[in-house]
């Protein structure tokens, strides 16, 4: 009887991730095509620098008013939006100074014209896309995945018309950001109209977070995430200075083709995510091991299927003849899809110790990965066009050795007592 809606919901989380996702890879692919390597180099600096932003509100209220609506119960858990979306917008317009600030490094690569048109579309995606990520989380994390999956779809509709429609009408360095942003904006209609009866029927909604309550949670987490984007950030100027941004455009056209298979990891955790983060709470490392092994299984084989029939340039291979910058440099896309294999592996724990209130050992994991990566960047000279996927897949690995090690630490200790990010009140409360 369980089996039957745990794979509804499966269904409903990979199609809202792959919706989604399909949206940002229209876009990207559309960069890809269009841009030459030196403007695409530009758009990587600008995207990893809309990651870097969106840790802000995205870790500071979003995630940790996220961990704290899975301790109550059923579809009241929609009720968190409320106050969550008030706080995390006001964040996001810090963020979004931030990316335009990007163009400071691009514009004498591009001209200011093209720097303009991607740092001012990337702002305007760093204050809509994390407000409507979180909103569909909310909506998987109340039991509706179905109304997440219907908003990626109007997300996805509206960015791929948008493209459609602005191509050949406007620069092209308007295009991918700018339609992102459009087709976000778009969905979050669709998300008010799916909301609005959900909060009419389930009354009594959850009391407001305090912000000291979400800031013990998230103030670790915004430090484990700009440890993780800032190191990317960083690790894009050092090839950037090293080697160019042709080489920075060759690694994003083999992220692009490498991105199904991080889709597929991230679909499977958007249902079983909060599984996993009450398995954290208890600790109970039965409750554990199911969306452990559920989505181990599933993004694996995903992932060792795809590497094989995309990962080289080959007769069955559409792809080099759609993206070929990606294939430029032989071998570059069997390394980013190795890389977004072993990125996968570590959600479950990540989710697992996000419940249990471990943010000190996330951002301790994140600090020792970023290290690491940044380190890798420093060998571009050796590595070459080999240097952004090679350090991931390293940071990657040592995130998932770490992990798991407190994972494993959390389980054996049993139920911890109250910790700082968990006082006594809240336990009795059952919100974590």
Not at 392 to 420: C, H, N, Q, V
């Amino acid at each position: 009887m369980v089996v039957r809606p745990t794979l509804r919901s499966l269904s409903a989380g990979q199609i809202d991730s792959a919706f989604s996702s399909v949206a940002t890879f229209v876009a990207g692919l559309y960069a890809v095509r269009v841009f030459d390597a030196t403007t695409l180099g530009a758009y990587v600096v600008v995207f990893t620098a809309w990651n870097l932003a969106r840790t802000l509100p995205s870790e500071m209220v979003y995630t940790p008013s996220e961990v704290v609506a899975v301790g109550h119960a059923g579809q009241r858990r929609i009720h968190i939006l409320s106050s969550s979306m008030q706080r995390g917008f006001l964040l996001s317009l810090l963020g979004a100074v931030g990316v335009l600030a990007s163009s400071l490094v691009i514009h004498g690569d591009i001209g200011q014209q093209a720097a303009l048109a991607l740092t001012v579309t990337g702002a305007a995606v760093t204050i809509i896309a994390p407000m409507l990520d979180h909103w569909r989380k909310m909506f998987h994390i109340a039991h509706a995945s179905w109304r997440a999956a219907v908003t990626a779809a109007a997300q996805m509709v509206a960015t791929i018309v948008l493209i459609l429609v602005l191509d050949g009408r406007v620069h092209p360095a308007w295009i991918p950001f700018g339609a992102i942003a459009a087709g976000y904006a778009l969905s979050g209609i669709v998300a008010l109209l799916l909301t609005t009866p959900l909060m009419r029927t389930y009354q009594g909604g959850i009391e407001r977070p305090e912000w000291v309550e979400l800031s013990r949670v998230g103030r670790w987490l915004l430090l484990a995430n700009l440890a993780a984007f800032g190191s990317d950030f960083v690790l894009v100027l050092i090839a950037k200075a090293a080697l160019g941004p042709d080489v920075l455009g060759y690694a994003e056209a083999a992220r692009v083709v490498a991105r199904p298979v991080i889709v597929l990891g991230v679909g499977l955790a958007a249902v079983l995510g909060p599984r996993s983060v009450q398995a954290g709470m208890g600790p109970d490392p039965q409750a554990a091991r199911s969306p452990r092994r559920v989505l181990w299984l599933f993004s694996c084989l995903g992932g060792l299927l795809y590497l094989p029939l995309v990962g080289l340039d080959w007769t069955l291979n559409p792809l080099p003849s759609i993206l070929p910058n990606a294939y430029a440099v032989k071998g570059l896309v069997a390394v980013t899809i190795a890389g977004a294999i072993i990125f996968n592996f570590a959600l479950p724990w990540w989710y697992e110790l996000l419940g249990a209130r471990r943010q000190r050992e996330l951002a301790r994991t994140e600090m020792v990965a970023s290290i690491l990566k940044v380190a890798t960047g420093l060998a571009a000279s050796l590595l070459q066009a080999f240097t952004l996927p090679v350090a991931w897949g390293i940071a990657f690995m040592a995130r998932g050795i770490g992990l798991d090690f407190y994972a494993r630490r959390l389980f054996k200790a049993g139920s911890p007592g109250p910790t700082e990010a968990q006082g006594p009140e809240s336990r009795a409360r059952g919100d974590g």
